[in-house]
T-cell receptor, first 112, second 113 residues
Framework: KNEVEQSPQNLTAQEGEFITINCSYS?????LHWLQQHPGGGIVSLFM???GKKKHGRLIATINIQEKHSSLHITASHPRDSAVYIC??????????????FGTGTRLAVRP | DTGVSQDPRHKITKRGQNVTFRCDPI?????LYWYRQTLGQGPEFLTY????????KSRLLSDRFSAERPKGSFSTLEIQRTEQGDSAMYLC???????????FGNGTRLTVT
């Protein structure tokens, strides 16, 4: 079992729809990241959170530490939101150092 | 802030050749990371530096891989005697502290023929 699991793997939505992408992890963490990757490889950091909820424009990220679960929501989705969304965690364990463990990503396509 | 810069963007090489990639992080960032990503997968950690010190190296990194950050600024990743399984996107990222967001470069796509 991977340390970080995302669902769904693929998601197609109609423009304007509310989108939810889920991330579950199996280890205690000190931080969780949501990242966006466009075709061609560039990765952009969307959120880094360790508790509660963060909002940036139409994007909202929440985390439940007890349940080891995070969600990324996109409100009023737009075709330009089409990308791969990746969840990554930093383990609490000192032995894990300062590296992130990544999920395999959720490929989102928003149709006009 | 010119962002994280990686060079080259693409590299095609024949099996057995050596290749070297370069990463220029954001100038005030003392932490620099190398990741590898294959098609359909998330990035996998390879190694990271704090200033010029290489603090951790993944078991994924065989003896054919070496990374340096000689003056705590740019970093190089060298792969010796490349194999087809080394074909991947090599991503570099940097940040100021463990509690700040990561900034990624656009990656170097390596194809070993």
């Amino acid at each position: 079992k991977n340390e970080v699991e995302q669902s769904p793997q693929n998601l197609t939505a109609q423009e304007g729809e509310f989108i939810t992408i889920n991330c579950s992890y199996s280890v205690g963490i000190s931080a969780l990241h949501w990242l966006q990757q466009h075709p061609g490889g560039g990765i952009v950091s969307l959120f880094m959170l360790s508790s509660g909820k963060k909002k940036h424009g139409r994007l909202i990220a929440t985390i439940n530490i007890q349940e080891k679960h995070s969600s990324l929501h996109i409100t009023a989705s737009h075709p330009r939101d089409s990308a791969v969304y990746i969840c990554a965690v930093r383990s609490q364990k000192k032995s894990s150092g300062d590296k992130l463990t990544f999920g395999t990503g959720t490929r989102l396509a928003v149709r006009p | 802030d010119t962002g994280v810069s990686q060079d080259p963007r693409h590299k095609i090489t024949k099996r057995g050749q050596n290749v070297t990639f370069r990463c220029d992080p954001i100038s005030e960032h003392n932490r620099l990371y190398w990741y590898r990503q294959t098609l359909g997968q998330g990035p996998e950690f390879l190694t990271y530096f704090q200033n010029e010190a290489q603090l951790e190296k993944s078991r994924l990194l065989s003896d054919r891989f070496s990374a340096e950050r000689p003056k705590g600024s740019f970093s190089t990743l060298e792969i010796q005697r490349t194999e087809q399984g080394d074909s991947a996107m090599y991503l570099c990222a940097s940040r100021h502290s463990p509690w700040s967001p990561l900034h990624f470069g656009n990656g170097t796509r390596l194809t070993v023929t």
